[in-house]
């Protein structure tokens, strides 16, 4: 899933996660809980996730590699948030080589930036996320245009890039993208 801050790629991952029986693998969900550790490089990785910058590559991949690697890979998962950079891409990639995986498809949700704005406004009004502040959201929506949004050419490029209406109901995205995967199952 490579998406803006607020696009639905958690809310869709997990749906899609379900519907095809693998796990949902959220960068965000795994950096929030190792942030949650006593640690001064949790502390660290806090303070980066509280200002809507992005973590080190490293750091991440560490994370990611510890759920989807080991003796025994992972042999398939929705992964939501990475990779955000190109370096990430890359790691990805040479990983995927290494380990004769591919990476079948990247579902981008395209969502106007105002509509964006109102649905982290709105979760910020209604749970603890520390990073949807008004301050925090701009700062992250300016990141993703930045550092992944150069991402979609690259995927695209690869011929893998599945790009979705992520507007109207959660029902509606998730049928508009399962139409989309089965297509390219098929083809
Ligand atoms: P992350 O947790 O990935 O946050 P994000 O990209 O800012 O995106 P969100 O989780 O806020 O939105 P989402 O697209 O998942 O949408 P959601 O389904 O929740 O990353 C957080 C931070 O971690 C980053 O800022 C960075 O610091 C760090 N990080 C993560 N990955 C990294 C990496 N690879 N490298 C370096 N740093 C990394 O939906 C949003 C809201 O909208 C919800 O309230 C939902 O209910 C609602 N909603 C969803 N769909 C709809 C719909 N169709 N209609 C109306 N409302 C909807
Ligand atoms: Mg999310």
């Given at each position: 899933?490579?998406?803006?801050?607020g696009a639905g790629k958690g809310t869709q991952g997990d749906r899609l996660a379900e519907i095809y029986g693998v796990p949902h693998l959220a960068t965000g969900d795994l950096l929030r809980s190792y942030a949650a550790q006593q640690t001064p490089q949790a502390d660290e990785a806090k303070r980066v996730l509280q200002t809507g910058e992005l973590v080190p590559d490293d750091l991440v991949f560490a994370l990611v590699l510890e759920r989807i690697g080991g003796p025994k890979p992972l042999a398939g998962f929705v992964l939501d948030g990475f990779p955000r950079t190109i370096a990430q891409a890359r790691l990805g990639y040479e990983w995927a080589?290494?380990?004769d995986r591919t990476f079948h498809a990247v579902v981008s949700l395209e969502v106007s930036t105002e509509e964006l704005t109102t649905r982290l406004?709105?979760?910020g009004h209604e749970e603890e996320r520390g990073?949807?502040?008004a301050e925090t959201i701009r700062r992250r929506l300016r990141v993703y245009t930045e550092s992944t949004a150069p991402l979609l050419d690259f995927y695209r490029n690869r011929g893998i890039l599945v790009e979705v209406d992520g507007g109207g109901t959660v029902e509606d995205v998730?049928?508009?993208i399962r139409l989309r995967l089965d297509q390219l199952v098929l083809d």
């Open positions: 899933m490579l998406a803006p801050p080589a290494a380990h406004r709105r979760r990073d949807d502040t998730t049928n508009r």
